[in-house]
């Protein structure tokens, strides 16, 4: 948490539909929406790369979750692109569903 802003905004991903706002907004909204999430599923995050443009970072990536009382797995690509101040500090970090790589992203 700490390279977050604490009005850092992370938008929703798999906890959209039980959500009353897409995005999440400021370091401890966050932190307990993580915790929630961690108790309901084992979550882990695999990062694919990490690509540089200007103030974003893009960062194509698998997240694996498996409920807690079930043996059910769920596997889904997701591409975060994270923004950052002059500071270095995380503003904002988005979330895409993407099947196919982007064009005009670098290789």
Request: charged content about 25%; proline content about 7%.
């Amino acid at each position: 948490m700490a390279p977050l802003r604490d009005d850092v905004t992370w938008e929703r991903f798999l906890s959209r539909a039980e959500a009353t706002s897409p995005a999440v907004r400021g370091k401890a909204e966050l932190l307990a929406v993580w915790k929630s999430q961690v108790e309901a599923v084992d979550i882990r995050v695999e990062p694919e790369e990490f690509i540089p443009v200007g103030i974003k970072v893009i960062a194509p990536m698998r997240m694996c979750a498996r409920g807690s009382g079930s043996a059910i797995e769920l596997v889904s690509v997701v591409t975060w692109v994270s923004t950052f101040d002059d500071g270095g500090l995380c503003t904002k970090v988005e979330a895409y569903k993407v099947v196919t790589r982007p064009s005009g992203l670098p290789a």
